[in-house]
């Protein structure tokens, strides 16, 4: 009986591995950023799931730190790999740097329900239209960049900040660690914006940029964490008549 030789059987991930097996996927092109990205983005994971869900603002707290976690592991693919195809690089900027505006976005509606209460939020909608429309423009342009979300969304930002000093002023017991943790996060911004500054510290801009915000959105946790309705201005636990 003459046996007749069958071809292999060649399963998905067999088909994967000869396309790319001349793929070096153990270089990293800027492997410091992107595994410090990698970082950042897995730490806000963590911190998302345990973050608390009965105050008014946790949806929009919950929003800020889901989209941040998702920029840091774009970013992490960004310097990992896709900074060197020049195909896709500028595409996966834009979404990128879209989505920290959008971070912005829901850290603005979590400040203004936390320490105003839900019946203020209208008034700041209109501003963040502002930043958020203008930075879509200057995406859709081709160039966007860190300077251009620091000048779009610094009325966001100021807002934010505001907020929070006067909420300090009132004896809100989040006011603080908050303000604590926007500082921490402007100055992770500064690393990566001044220049020399990053070197003061041995590292790239973008790494300690990252290590930075880890740093930051830790802290923002504890904040966001220790707070409940009963820490509220009295502005914010009772709405306004009418």
Same mark, same amino acid.
């Given at each position: 009986m003459s046996s007749k030789s069958e071809q292999p059987t060649v399963?998905? !991930?067999? /088909?994967?591995?000869?396309? /790319?097996r001349d793929v070096p996927w153990f270089v990293l092109v800027q492997p410091l950023a992107s595994l410090t990205d990698l970082a950042l983005g897995l730490v806000t994971l963590y911190l998302l799931r345990r973050l608390p869900a009965d105050t008014a603002a946790s949806n929009y707290w919950r929003g800020a730190f889901a989209c941040a976690a998702a920029a840091a592991l774009i970013g992490s693919a960004y310097h990992g790999a896709l900074v060197g195809m020049t195909e896709v690089n500028t595409v996966t900027w834009a979404v990128m740097s879209s989505m920290v505006v959008v971070v912005m976005s829901f850290l603005l509606a979590a400040t203004v329900v936390q320490v105003l209460g839900p019946h203020r939020a209208v008034v700041f909608w209109p501003l963040r239209s502002l930043g958020l429309v203008a930075y879509v423009g200057i995406a859709a342009s081709g160039h966007p960049s860190i300077m251009a979300i620091m000048w779009c969304e610094s009325l966001t930002m100021g807002s934010v900040l505001g907020l929070w000093i006067w909420a300090w002023t009132r004896h809100d017991p989040a006011g603080r660690p908050m303000l604590v943790a926007i500082g921490a996060s402007i100055a992770a #911004?500064? /690393?990566r914006l001044v220049p020399g500054a990053a070197a003061l510290v041995g590292l790239d801009p973008d790494s300690a940029y990252h290590l930075g915000q880890i740093v930051g959105m830790v802290l923002? !946790?504890?904040? @966001?964490? #220790? @707070?409940? #309705?009963r820490h509220l201005l009295p502005s914010a636990r009772h709405p306004a008549p009418g």
């Open positions: 399963g998905a !991930f067999g /088909l994967l591995r000869r396309v /790319l #911004g500064l /690393l923002l !946790f504890h904040a @966001v964490a #220790g @707070v409940d #309705g």
